[in-house]
Structures are given as C-alpha cells and as structure tokens.
C-alpha cells in the first residue's frame, strides 16, 4: 500500500491538494506521520482537503492507527491515517420536516 508521507515541515495547503486531487481521480488516500508536528500538518491538511471538496459534493473522514515502522534501521512508532470518501446526496425537501433549509446526508 502506497502512503502518503507528511512531516512536520509539510505544508498543509500543498498535502491538502494532493489528498484533494487523489479523492478526485478515485485514488485511495492513505496517509503517514512520524511525529507529533507530522500529525499535526496531516490532520491540518484532512480538514483543508475536506473544504476544498465539499463544495464538489464529496465530503471525508479518516481513522487513524499505529504502525511500527523501520527507519534508518530504527523501530517507529507512525501513525496511519486512512482516508475515506462520501458522496453528498441532497436530501429531497418533502423527506424531511424542516423550515425550508435543504439539509445533506450521507
């Protein structure tokens, strides 16, 4: 399986796009991290990719886990975090009970 790797001097805009591009051309998005700062842009860039696809009609989540990894020879804890893709359906008007406001599901 093929990851995306963030560290914790990658910009979260530049990761955002490509999380955005490959949701986009249906590519899986798996994403890894080593470190807290590396976390931090992964998750940053999650939340700016998922603006950015939204207005589309396609919305994110993620899960994350641990996996021990190998650098450099040295055992690491990473963390993975696994991207996954819903389609926003507009919800008809006359399914629910609102006061005009037309209310995504998915």
Known sequence: ???LKVSSKSSPA?????IAGMVKDGVPVNIQSVGAGAVNQAIKAVAIARGFLIPTGVDIS???TFADININGESRTAIRIAVYVHRLVPQS????????????MY
């Open 1 to 3: 399986m093929e990851y």
């Open 93 to 104: 008007s006359h399914d629910s009970e609102s006061d005009g406001v037309q209310e995504l």
């Open 14 to 18: 530049s990761v955002a796009g490509a």
């Open 62 to 64: 993620c899960a994350p």
